[in-house]
Nanobody, 123 residues
Framework: QVQLVESGGGLVQAGGSLRLSCAASGRTFNRHVMGWFRQAPGKEREVVGRISWSGSTIYYADSVKGRFTISRDNAKNTVYLQMNSLKPEDTAVYYC????????????????WGQGTQVTVSS
């Protein structure tokens, strides 16, 4: 079992940066694909990106490609989401999630979720 706790959210001006962290407990963390998702008010949860257990394969949604970077440190049981050049449309609650299913960006395939952290980008 994996428990996830996000941190690092906050209020930032457009063009600014934030780094989210997701700390995981559980000895099988390094066997899980880790995903970042977000949900804006009135919208469905959408994938931001995901990273394979080794960190060698990373996927980004088109909306964040070139601005966001996902990384993981298996020794620290932590996955990161570095967000640069933030836009008001990036405002959402951000969640990290874990799955053992390879190459999935479907929220329903992720069995473990953090509580979410709010990111607000002002214009």
């Amino acid at each position: 079992q994996v428990q996830l706790v996000e941190s690092g959210g906050g209020l930032v001006q457009a063009g600014g940066s934030l780094r989210l962290s997701c700390a995981a407990s559980g000895r099988t963390f390094n066997r899980h694909v880790m995903g970042w998702f977000r949900q804006a008010p009135g919208k469905e949860r959408e994938v931001v990106g995901r990273i394979s257990w080794s960190g060698s394969t990373i996927y980004y949604a088109d909306s964040v490609k070139g601005r966001f970077t996902i990384s993981r440190d298996n020794a620290k049981n932590t996955v990161y989401l570095q967000m640069n050049s933030l836009k008001p449309e990036d405002t959402a609650v951000y969640y990290c999630a874990a799955t053992t299913i390879l190459f999935s960006s479907r929220a329903n395939d992720y069995g473990y979720w953090g509580q979410g952290t709010q990111v607000t980008v002002s214009s």
